[in-house]
Every structure is written in structure tokens, then in C-alpha cells.
């Protein structure tokens, strides 16, 4: 049975808890993920960042709801500027996600698929004695599906 060790990704992008948010967020632009695993100085990982982060730390909750749909007027507003400002003083560790799943590389890959349907989630680290080794993404799966049913080669 395929394993998470043989489709994970090895060489994974990382940032530091101290990081500021403009900095991971412009990373995560250049490097065209949505992503990025953060770790401290042993590769443990202690949270992620991903886009929706960023954008749930840029917007106010109320600035989500259904009546601010449209985006000039979200970006219009005084409170919208007002997080990007508070952005500048921001580090990675004030927005990331703390509770991070996280998997090992002889799960199988059926099993991380439906963990991570479930849970709604896109990326799973994958750990090796509490240390950070490699990244698993639906986009990995999706890839060796491809590959197993001819799509790709």
C-alpha cells in the first residue's frame, strides 16, 4: 500500500515564529504556495501559516459577512488598513494556527486522504521523531492519482 513517505514533499519551506507576517506573507506569494509549516530552531513544528491567515487577520470578521462583498468597499474602509498597518508589527506566531495535525510517513495514503477530507485541511505535516521531514498536500495525491489512472505521466 502507498505510504504518505513515498508522495510527501522532502525539501519543505519553513518559517520561524518570529517571522514577521508581511515576511511570510510576501514568501508565500513568491513561492506561489498557500501554505508554510512553522518550526523552531530543532524542525519541531509549533503551527502553520496558510493564506487564509493572512486574510482573516487583514479583515475583520465583520468585514466578511455577506453585506461587505464588495471588495472596493472592503478596501475602502478604515479598519481594513488599520490590520495591514498592525501587519507591519506582527509576527508569525501572533496569527498562526497553533493546533497543527500532523502525521507520520508510514501512514497510509487512503488514511491521510480521508483525514484530510474531513477536517477541511490542505497540507499535513508529516513527522519523524517530533521532527519535521517532509509535507503531504491534497495536490500530491491528486498528482498520483493522476499518474495511477493515465491522466499524466
Given at each position: 500500500?502507498?505510504?504518505?513517505?513515498?508522495?510527501?514533499?522532502?525539501?519543505?519551506?519553513?518559517?520561524?515564529?518570529?517571522?514577521?507576517?508581511?515576511?511570510?506573507?510576501?514568501?508565500?506569494?513568491?513561492?506561489?504556495?498557500?501554505?508554510?509549516?512553522?518550526?523552531?530552531?530543532?524542525?519541531?513544528?509549533?503551527g502553520m501559516i496558510t493564506e487564509k491567515d493572512i486574510i482573516n487577520m487583514a479583515m475583520p470578521k465583520y468585514l466578511q459577512e455577506p453585506e461587505y462583498q464588495d471588495f472596493a468597499y472592503i478596501l475602502d474602509t478604515g479598519p481594513f488598513w488599520k490590520k495591514v498597518a498592525e501587519a507591519e508589527k506582527l509576527t508569525v506566531k501572533d496569527i498562526m494556527r497553533k493546533d497543527v495535525l500532523c502525521v507520520s510517513g508510514d501512514m497510509s495514503v487512503p488514511e491521510v486522504a480521508r483525514l484530510m477530507i474531513s477536517k477541511g485541511i490542505r497540507r499535513i505535516p508529516v513527522l519523524k521523531d517530533k521532527k519535521l521531514v517532509g509535507i503531504i498536500a491534497r495536490a500530491d495525491i491528486v498528482r498520483e492519482i493522476a499518474k495511477e489512472t493515465g491522466i499524466i505521466e
Open positions: 500500500m502507498l505510504k504518505v513517505a513515498d508522495l510527501m514533499t522532502r525539501e519543505v519551506m519553513t518559517v520561524p515564529p518570529e517571522m514577521s507576517v508581511k515576511s511570510a506573507a510576501k514568501l508565500l506569494f513568491e513561492k506561489e504556495i498557500s501554505g508554510l509549516p512553522v518550526v523552531d530552531a530543532e524542525r519541531k513544528v509549533i
